[in-house]
């Protein structure tokens, strides 16, 4: 079982930056994929970016791509979203979820098998 707890989430001007966190608990994080997604209000979940449980590959919509940088670090059991030149369609709800499959990195959200509780993204005009 591993629980994920996002944080960093706020508001922020348009073209401003935020980073998101993702903090697991559970001794296998460092062989699950991770990804990051996110549902706007009256909108589905949706895609924004994901990272192989090596870190060595990495996948991102393409609205995102160019602006947000998924990382991780095994050793502390935590995953990072750097968000720059953020848009007002940006905001949204992001969750942080966990794939065990050991597939790679995924963009589906039935693919992933645990999911964080998500934190607010604000980004004002």
């Known amino acids: 079982q591993v629980q994920l707890v996002e944080s960093g989430g706020g508001l922020v001007q348009a073209g401003g930056s935020l980073r998101l966190s993702c903090a697991a608990s559970?001794?296998?994080?460092?062989?699950?994929?991770m990804g990051w997604f996110r549902r706007a209000p009256g909108k589905e979940r949706e895609f924004v970016a994901a990272?192989?449980?090596?870190?060595?590959?990495?996948g991102y919509a393409g609205s995102v791509k160019g602006r947000f940088t998924i990382s991780r670090d095994n050793a502390k059991n935590l995953v990072y979203l750097q968000m720059n030149s953020l848009k007002p369609e940006d905001t949204a709800v992001y969750y942080c979820?966990?794939?065990?499959?050991?597939?790679?990195?995924?963009?589906?959200?039935?693919?992933?098998?645990?999911w964080g509780q998500g934190t607010q993204v604000t980004v004002s005009s």
């Open positions: 979820a966990a794939d065990r499959s050991n597939m790679g990195w995924r963009s589906r959200p039935s693919e992933y098998d645990y």
């Open positions: 559970g001794r296998t994080f460092s062989s699950y994929a």
């Open positions: 990272i192989s449980w090596s870190g060595s590959s990495t």
